[in-house]
C-alpha cells in the first residue's frame, strides 16, 4: 500500500530513555507508561508492544476508546488505568476485565460500587483527590461518604490508588502551587491509608515531576511525554541539567539524555522549474526573485504539517536543510531545492528527526508556531502508517 508518508518509531531509543527514566525514579516508584492521545500521537497499538519490551507493565490512558485500543494491544501480564472519561458499559466492560479506573466523584463512586455489585467482581478505584489543580477530584468535604461506601462494600469495590494531577511541574513558576498540592495530598493520603484495607499505591508525578522533584515519586509514576524523548518544557531540561550535572562548566557539555523516537519521512513526489519573476502557490506569498527548482511533497496541513510553517520551516533532503516556499497547503507542501540540485523524484524528505547529521526537531516545530510539543505530536494523523525500527 503507498502512503503518503510513514512515521518510524524507534525501539533503541525508546529503550534509552525508558532505562534514563528507571535510574531517575526513586527506589519503589514504579514507571506507569501514560499512552493517551494515540500516545502523544506515536500510535497506540504500534507503541504498546514496543514499550512491553522494555518491561514496562503498567499503562494509563484517558478515556474508554482509547482503554479499549491499549487493552487490545497489551499483553495480560500488563495492567490498565483510565485517567478520564468513561461511561456506565465502559466501567461495567472495566470491571469484567480488571482494568482500574479514577474516581473522582461520589456518583462515578457509586456507580462503580453497583457495577462491582452486579457482575460479581470488585471495581479496582484510583481516588483521585482535589489538592489545587481545580479539574476533577473528590474534595475533602466528600471524603467520609466515600469511605463509608468503599468500607461498607468490600466485595464490590477495591482501592487500588490514591493520586492527584500537579497545577503545571514544567515551570518553576508554579512550585509553590505545586509544594501545597503535595502537602494536601500526604496529609489526606494518609488519613485515607489508615482506614483503607491495603495495599494501596500513592501516585501524583507526571514526566516533569518525575524528572525534577524525587519527593513527588512516591509508588508509582505517570510518565508521559518524557518517554517518546521529549523534555515537557525546555525549563524542565535546563532545570534536569543544572541538577545532574556535576559542575556549570560541565552544564554546557552534557548532551541531552533523551533520545526522540519519532521519525516522520516522506518523499518526494514531484519536481519542477520556476522562473524569476512568478509566485509560487496560492496567492502571492511567495516571489521567486531567481529561477528556481522546486520539489512537492504530499505532506500538508491535513497531516499535522502547521501553516505557520508556510514561508518559514524547513525539511531536510539528502542531509540538508531545504526551505518550506509559499502556503502550505492542504495536501502538499512546496520546498525549494535550488541548493539541492541532486535531488530527485523518490528522495527521503523528513519533516521530523534525523537525517545524516542534520536534525528538525519537534521543538522546533513548536517554537515556530506557538503549539506545545505535547500539542504537535498529537495532531499527527492516526491514518499515517506507524512502523517499529531498530
Ligand atoms: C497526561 C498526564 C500525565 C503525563 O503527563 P506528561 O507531562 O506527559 O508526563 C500524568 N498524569 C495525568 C493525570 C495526565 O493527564
Redesign the pocket.
Known amino acids: 500500500m503507498h502512503s503518503g508518508s510513514t512515521i518510524e518509531i524507534s525501539q533503541s531509543a525508546l529503550k534509552k530513555n525508558i532505562q534514563l527514566l528507571r535510574n531517575t525514579l526513586s527506589p519503589g516508584s514504579t514507571l506507569c507508561s ?1 499512552i ?1 492521545g494515540n500516545a ?1 500521537g506515536h500510535g497506540i497499538e504500534q507503541f504498546v508492544p514496543m514499550a512491553e519490551r522494555e518491561k514496562v507493565r503498567h499503562f ?1 490512558v ?1 478515556n474508554d476508546n482509547e482503554a479499549y485500543r491499549a487493552f487490545e494491544a497489551m499483553s495480560d501480564r500488563s495492567h490498565l488505568m483510565v ?2 472519561d468513561m461511561d456506565a458499559s465502559s466501567i461495567a466492560w472495566a470491571v469484567e476485565n480488571k482494568v482500574s479506573f479514577w474516581v473522582f466523584s461520589l456518583q462515578r463512586l457509586k456507580t462503580a460500587v453497583d457495577l462491582g455489585r452486579t457482575i460479581g467482581e470488585p471495581a479496582l478505584v484510583h481516588l483521585e483527590l482535589e489538592t489545587g489543580l481545580n479539574r476533577t477530584g473528590l474534595e475533602e468535604a466528600e471524603l467520609p461518604a466515600a469511605l463509608e461506601l468503599i468500607l461498607d462494600n468490600p466485595e464490590a469495590v477495591k482501592v487500588l490508588g490514591i493520586c492527584t ?1 500537579f497545577a503545571g ?2 515551570s518553576l513558576a508554579n512550585y509553590v502551587r505545586i509544594e501545597h498540592q503535595m502537602k494536601d495530598f500526604k496529609r489526606i493520603s494518609t488519613g485515607l491509608l489508615e482506614q483503607l484495607p491495603g495495599p494501596v499505591q500513592l501516585h501524583t508525578a ?3 515531576a ?1 524528572l525534577n522533584w524525587p519527593h513527588t515519586h512516591m509508588d508509582l509514576a ?5 518517554q517518546y524523548g521529549f523534555w ?1 518544557s525546555e525549563e524542565t531540561r535546563i532545570q534536569y541539567m543544572l541538577r545532574t550535572a556535576p559542575t556549570q562548566d560541565d552544564f554546557m557539555k552534557v548532551k541531552d539524555p533523551l533520545r526522540r523516537i519519532l521519525r516522520w519521512k516522506t518523499q518526494i513526489m514531484d519536481i519542477k522549474k520556476v522562473t524569476a519573476g512568478q509566485f509560487i502557490s496560492y496567492g502571492m506569498h511567495y516571489l521567486a526573485k531567481r529561477n528556481h527548482r522546486i520539489a512537492t511533497i504530499p505532506v500538508g496541513y491535513y497531516h499535522g504539517f502547521p501553516r505557520k510553517l508556510s514561508n518559514y520551516g524547513h525539511v531536510l533532503i539528502r542531509g540538508k536543510k531545504a526551505p518550506v516556499v509559499g502556503m502550505v497547503n492542504m495536501n502538499i507542501t512546496i520546498i525549494d531545492l535550488t541548493d539541492i540540485p541532486h535531488a530527485a523524484v523518490g528522495d527521503e524528505v523528513v519533516i521530523i528527526g534525523r537525517q545524516g547529521k542534520a536534525e528538525i526537531t519537534v521543538t522546533s516545530f513548536s517554537e515556530q508556531t506557538s503549539l506545545l510539543n ?1 500539542e504537535v505530536l498529537v495532531r499527527l494523523p492516526a491514518d499515517i502508517p506507524r512502523i517499529k525500527v531498530r
Open positions: 501514560v493517551k502523544y494509563a484517558a485517567m478520564g494531577h511541574a514544567e507526571c514526566s516533569a518525575v505517570r510518565i508521559g511525554i518524557a515537557p505535547y
